[in-house]
């Protein structure tokens, strides 16, 4: 901070200030003609909508897919206090093991589909 109150400093930034404003009439002018002329032309940097848009959709995809299974898990969780004639729950058991199964092939895919995107 000492050093950009040193009296250097500042004839250096009165110099380049100086120097702006002699050229900044020339810009101007520059500028305006080539508003006249309707030669402006302006380049903008925006996202890429369709690859924001397929982000979104695999955030999406991934979320509905996580409350599906957690319904599965909790639902086949209430089924095991109700028996069945054999005297264990196999219904609850069958949605247990399809949302184990179905959970893991999720975080594989994740897995896969991720590394596949950085490679």
Sequence with gaps: ???????????????EAKELAEKMPARINRILETVAA??????????????????????AN???????????????SMLMR?????????????????AAGAGTALVVSIFLSDRKRKG
């Design 1 to 15: 901070m000492r050093k950009s109150l040193s009296p250097a400093h500042f004839f250096g930034a009165l110099l």
């Design 38 to 59: 309707n030669e402006l032309k302006l380049n903008v940097d925006a996202l890429d909508e369709k690859l924001l848009m397929e982000g979104f959709q695999k955030v």
């Design 62 to 76: 991934r979320i509905t897919m996580g409350l599906v299974l957690a319904a599965l898990i909790v639902g086949a």
């Design 82 to 98: 109700v028996g069945s004639a054999a005297g264990h729950p196999a219904p609850a058991l069958v949605l247990f093991l399809a």
